[in-house]
């Protein structure tokens, strides 16, 4: 596995100089010191497998001349993520958006849909995109998943589907989502983009609803460069996904179905496959710095960070940080000013909310009073950076801006102000 090495940090700024300033806050750089990392830190990193194993495939793809269309290397990794997950299918994509709008399509997916706001645009997006209406739901503020107690009120005779988000890799109550999709006759599909190898109540996400949705983007925690996948139990569902991603041919000169392009290249699937090899190793880094960060970050006051459940299976690779404005008097938005400037490009994941970026904000004035759980935590939380560029020395560091910024919290929201 490629990780950093450790010579990004600055040394910290001299404690004589420090203790010669006005404020502690001169240190920082947004206020004239040197930044806290010399390149960039950013959430979303790619982790680099086994790179070895992947230049080796890709001069054996070469060789070999087949390029894409269900390749070898594309069956081979469907074959081991399907088997990971103990999952009946496992359809590569060429991404997660694509993916969402092959598994919406094949689930008959039309009128109006039930999806959460506080995600990454593609979950709504991939539905307008076809003519679908996303439905906004208010999530728990403590799980930030969907709130399977606000969905009964949205739904309405046009109603066709949900469409919940495995927010973090954080399992959604599958159970509840399922007894509400039940009852009313919805279909249920999980876009589980950022939960590969993670589990609810002990079995893998992969298995839940009538599909679920992987993405394999670069940035996360399973790479392939571009890339995705529908993962089912259901024969038929993943056989209209295979014609669909492959324009409905069943056959040479046989078209059966409409259908898109949404094939999985092999470059990419050999990337996703040396990932893959180091999967635990990943993990074991994502573990390492998560548990650090939490360490670190229970001390200050105002600040926490999303947990994970230690019975389940997760992935670590989101450090989500909630901050409460009132206890630390900085907000979240002024705190993510501060560490762009060192250096660490803290994400305001996810904000605007969905119901706040168009064509869905035209149509929804006032949704922050609809939605006031989302409304509330999306001017609250930030994501750090966490994966295999990132480690104990450079959670250490981010933790101690973290706490100089909080110790000077008012200070900090002053000078900030005065600078805008
Ligand atoms: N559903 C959910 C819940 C999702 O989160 C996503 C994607 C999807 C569906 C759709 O799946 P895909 O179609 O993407 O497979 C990023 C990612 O592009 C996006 O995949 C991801 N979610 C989302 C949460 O984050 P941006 O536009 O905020 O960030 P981006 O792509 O600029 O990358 C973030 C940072 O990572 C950059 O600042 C730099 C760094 N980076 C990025 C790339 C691509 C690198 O260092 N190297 C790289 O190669 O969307």
New binding site residues.
Partial sequence: MDARSNDMINPPTDPASVAEAVSPLDALALFGGAPAFVEPL?????NIGNRARFLEQVGEILDRRWLTNSGPVVRELEARVAELLGVRHCLAIC????A?EIAAKVLGLSGEVIVPSF??V??AHALEFQGITPVFCDIDPVTHNIDPGAIEALITPRTTGIVA?H?WGRPCDTQALQQIAGRHGLRLMF?A??AFACSDRGTMIGNFGDLEVL??????FLNSL???AIVTNDDDIARQVALMRNFGFAGYDDVVSVGTNGKMNEICAAMGLSNLEEIDAIIEVNRRNYDRYRERISEIPGLSVAEYDATERSNFQYVVVEVDAAVTGVDRDAIVCVLQAENV?A?R?FYPACHNMEPYRSRMPGGDALLPQTAALVTRVMSLPNGTSVDEAAVDRIAGLLALIVANGAEATRRIAERA
């Fill in positions: 950013h959430v979303g990193r790619p991404n997660g958006t694509v969402l995600t990454f593609a979950t988000v927010t876009d983009a950022h993405s394999f983007h670069a940035t996360k571009e890339g995705g490009l994400r994941y």
